[in-house]
Each structure stands twice: as C-alpha cells, then as structure tokens.
C-alpha cells in the first residue's frame, strides 16, 4: 500500500533527526525555536505514524502543517519573530496569574513581582493597533493564511491543510468517504480512507523534511546530501508506485 511506503521515509527522517546533535548557540532566540519546533515536529511524527491507519491522522497532519509554516515564517525574519515567539510566555505567564489570582490561589510575593515586571517590560511589544489591549498570542494577528502566503506556501495551505479542516469542523465532505448505502439502502460505515492517510503522511513527510532543511542550514549540520539522497528515494518510489 501507498500510505506504507510513506511511511518507511518518514521512519527515515526521524532516524536522521534522533542521530543528530544540536547544540544551541548561547543567547539565541532562533535557535531555541528551531530546536523546539523540531522537536515538536517529531512528536507529531510520532503521533501520525501509530495512528495510521486512522483517518484520524489528518488532525495530526493539519497541525504539522501549521508548524513547518510558521518555522518556515519566522525562518523569514529570524531574529524578530523568534524573539516574539520566545517572549510571549511573559505574556502567558501574567495571564495564568490572573487566573489564579481571581481563583483566590496563594502566589508568593516574590513570583507575583518577577511576572509582574517582566510583563510590564514586554507588554509594549504585543499592543494591537488600538494600543488598548494586548494580543491573544505571539503572532501579534498574522493568521496561518497569510503566513502561508509569506513563504509561497499556499497551495499546502488551500490543499492540504483546508481539506484536512474540514474533518476538524465535521464537514460532510470528510466522512463522505466512509459512507455508502447497499441496494437495499442500508448504511454501511467504514474507515477505509486510502487518499486521506496518503496525503496525511505525504503532509508529515514534506512538513519534517523542510524542518530538517532548516535546522541543517542554520546550525551547520550537514545534512544537504543525507536528507536529498532520502528525498529523491522518496519520489522515485512513490513515482513507480503510481504506475505500478
């Protein structure tokens, strides 16, 4: 089957990431993101392959998309965009307080000032256009719409990633594979969705190479020929697959 061919490149991206050192660079806000993005990448790698068969890897294959778009956005603008994403968690971290706090939980004075300041130092960073509020995350309002468009990825994101949306929202379109009657119009249910796994896992593939193409080319890594050798592997099979 097609979706198990995909399947074995993808084991062999994860194999080049789970041998591959990376060491961060001292007060580097790109490189952290980089490192956990990847690493999250993995995770979702991971999580797809055990449930393939299931057409429930296209929720997984939805969020890997939403990933490598935005390493490949903030990837645009390095040092910026790392760096709203990195600070942001000052952000989160006085909103959790206010939680807690309207909770009547118990914050030691101490914590209750070091968040209070840091969140008072980046607060300016995060104003929307109005000034008077503060943004809902680190994006600052760019949707993954427009940052697909930023870094020539929107057919990934009109494809691809709509098409997987419409099994997270419950559209007809997504089950509309599973279901059928007999000619007795019976209803029969079924979970064979051969297109959807195949393209769920094309989506991790693509989405855990280019993050491996990333990270080789900032941390110097050297992994050009490695990860091209398994990517030209990867079309060749899937070209005489299609023939076959």
């Not at 490598?68 to 760096?83: C, G, K, Y």
């Not at 959807?196 to 896992?201: D, E, K, M, Y």
Request: aromatic share 12%; net charge negative.
């Amino acid at each position: 089957m097609k979706y198990k061919i995909i399947d074995s490149y993808c084991s062999e991206l994860q194999k080049v990431y789970s041998s591959t050192k990376i060491a961060l660079k001292e007060d580097d806000d790109f490189s952290f993101f980089l490192v956990c993005y990847l690493y999250k990448i993995n995770q979702h790698m991971d999580s797809i392959r055990k449930l393939s068969p299931s057409p429930d890897v296209q929720l997984v294959a939805r969020t890997m998309i939403e990933t490598i778009i935005q390493m490949l956005w903030v990837a645009q603008n390095p040092n910026e965009r790392s760096a709203m994403w990195r600070k942001y968690v000052f952000i989160e971290d006085w909103n959790t307080l206010q939680n807690l706090l309207k909770r009547g939980e118990s914050i030691s004075p101490a914590n209750h000032l070091a968040i209070e300041r840091a969140y008072q130092a980046t607060k300016a960073d995060y104003l929307t256009k109005n000034q008077k509020s503060v943004h809902r995350d680190w994006k600052k309002g760019t949707k993954i719409h427009q940052m697909a468009d930023d870094v020539k990825a929107g057919e990934l994101y009109s494809v691809l990633y709509s098409g997987f949306s419409d099994w997270v929202h419950g559209g007809p379109c997504s089950i509309a594979h599973q279901v059928e009657f007999t000619d007795r119009l019976e209803l029969v249910l079924g979970n064979e969705v051969p297109h959807f796994v195949n393209a769920s896992l094309s989506a991790a593939f693509q989405s855990m190479y280019q993050a491996l193409q990333i990270c080789t080319q900032h941390f110097s890594l050297a992994l050009d020929e490695q990860l091209k050798s398994i990517y030209d592997l990867y079309i060749k099979e899937l070209s005489v697959e299609q023939y076959a």
